[in-house]
């Protein structure tokens, strides 16, 4: 089993920041991908970015340039800086750990952006 804590997040008007981290421990291969997903009221949980253990990211579109991703393999934890926050950024944050077989997820964190 593989356990993903994650924080951050909160309350941020337009145009602002916010950092989520999360933190994985547990049976975690040595090849694995960590990323962030959202989910909006009534919207399909989406992508948001992802790195590999290698470092190769990936993106939404509609974050690219404002967010970036990162990883520390020797604490197996991920950070996500979101800058240039918009209202459409407003969702639960989902952090996820995907390894051969097996796809795990974090509790959520509430990131509202306020107009």
């Known amino acids: 089993q593989v356990q993903l804590v994650g924080s951050g997040g909160g309350l941020v008007q337009f145009g602002g920041s916010l950092r989520l981290s999360c933190a994985a421990s547990?049976?975690?291969?040595?090849?694995?991908?960590m990323g962030w997903y959202r989910q909006a009221p009534g919207k399909q949980r989406e992508l948001v970015a992802a790195i590999t253990n290698g470092g190769s990211t990936n993106y939404a579109d509609s974050v690219k340039g404002r967010f970036t991703i990162s990883r520390d393999n020797t604490k197996n934890t991920i950070h996500l800086e979101m800058n240039s926050l918009k209202p459409e950024d407003t969702a639960v944050y989902y952090c996820?750990?995907?390894?051969?077989?097996?796809?795990?997820w974090g509790q959520g964190t509430q990131v509202t952006v306020s107009s």
């Open positions: 996820t750990l995907s390894q051969p077989g097996r796809q795990y």
């Open positions: 547990g049976s975690i291969f040595s090849n694995y991908t």
